[in-house]
Nanobody
């Protein structure tokens, strides 16, 4: 069974840091573009960051640029999201995603091949 399993969420004070991980299982995701999305209570799911499978081209939402860094370790079949200088508005459930198309397709968030189950990030003020 193909799965994406997120971990690393939790409660942190504003200004703090967390690193999310997304481990792939059931297949290799080394040739898949991958990304992170988040959904806050009462809001729609929104794009956070994406990374290509080839040369590691990255895309970020304006709200996280300069604070979040997406990376991947293909040998470990794992995606990461380093989140620094967290703000209360970053509070959400964070989901990882994988798609056989391009990183731009992941940014668009439509027809994504695989989604993780989500991990909660809560930032207190």
């Amino acid at each position: 069974q193909v799965q994406l399993v997120e971990s690393g969420g939790g409660l942190v004070q504003a200004g703090g840091s967390l690193r999310l991980s997304c481990a792939g299982a059931g297949r290799t995701f080394s040739t898949y573009a991958m990304g992170w999305f988040r959904q806050a209570p009462g809001k729609e799911r929104e794009f956070v960051a994406a990374i290509s499978w080839q040369v590691g081209i990255t895309y970020y939402a304006d709200s996280v640029k300069g604070r979040f860094t997406i990376s991947r370790d293909s040998a470990k079949n794992t995606l990461y999201l380093q989140m620094n200088n967290l703000k209360p508005e970053d509070t959400a459930v964070y989901y990882c995603a994988a798609d056989h198309r391009t990183a731009r397709a992941v940014v668009a968030g439509l027809g994504i091949d695989y989604w993780g189950q989500g991990t909660q990030v809560t930032v207190s003020s």
